[in-house]
């Protein structure tokens, strides 16, 4: 594993701004990614209904983003109970009634269990009155996203390393900004190389179901002034036939102790075709990603998504009614395909079982 680096000074790029508090602070505004690339709208969320609905339906997306948004709206819906007079029985209810729905709402990506834990294990103690317990769930939601923001230009300033001065990346999905609470984590390094002087040129697979590669990174990345080019899932074999990119990054949702990777569907292809044409195939994401208690991929529970995102996703019909439909939304990569994991911690190599459990061992150290 690679020393970690000392962070270069922020010079953030133009990105988008995800979640924010909404002015009274209870309740959240986020970016709706169901409506890029063709608006950029805002969606008030005050209930738990809203919340899960936001989550489920992917309005926000992306593991660390989905954890960051759990506890901010736990911690927003703990604010107007407070406000309304709930006692702090009634309040300490309402918080454990909410972290146990919003925990099913998605179930592969380990950041949303993480994050609601974490705002659990915080309030084990006594607070002068309901008010201070909520304004604390906020605070520490407020940790969570500020911690995530640091550890996204960390792990971009590790991987930033490994590309040279006109280099050419292939990712899937987004892993970027609109899926976290800073510049992202596989599109990390491409912000933090280009902020440095570099060129890095992008081709980002579509991505489907829900086209998030060509809806969410390719949008992410124009705005930022970076050269990108999409294409379909099914024409990466081609393009690596023909005009070989130099890297593949990608994101996670789960990494298992052993190095297996849980990513959006797809990624599995794109490992192994890397792995046939010998280019390196690196996987980004913080500690909180990875989960010690998943011995391999195999424990890793895989979301299936409704059939209709295949059958008619952006409105048309494109299957009939008649024809099953296999909508798995994340697959598995075996870790033998994994080049390299990047933490904010540095450049995990295989064997990944020691540096993995270390590096979260290092992040569950009590902060100063």
Known sequence: MSRRAAPSPERSPPLPETIRWSPDGTGLLILDQTRLPESNEERLLTTVDDIEEAIRSLRVRGAPLIGITAAMGVAALARRRAREGASESELRASIAAWIERLSEARPTAVNLIWALRRLSASIETTFPDPPALAEHLAAEADD??????????????????????????ITHCNAGALATGGIGTALAPIYVATETGKTVRVYADETRPLLQGSRLTAWELSQAGIDVTVLADSMAGSLFASDPPDIVFVGSDRIAANGDVANKIGTYG????????????????????????????????IEHRSPEEIRRGFG??????????YSPAFDITPAALVAGIVTEWGIHRPPYTESLATAVGRARRPRA
């Open 270 to 301: 794109l490992a192994v075709l890397a792995a046939h044409h010998e280019i390196p195939f690196y996987v980004l994401a913080p500690t909180s990603t990875i989960d010690l208690d998943s011995s391999t991929g195999s424990d890793i529970p």
């Open 316 to 325: 048309s019909v494109t299957a009939p009614e008649a024809a099953g439909v």
């Open 144 to 169: 969570i996203r500020d911690e995530d923001r640091r550890m996204c230009r960390a792990i971009g300033e590790h991987a930033a390393t490994l590309l040279a001065d006109g280099d050419v990346v």
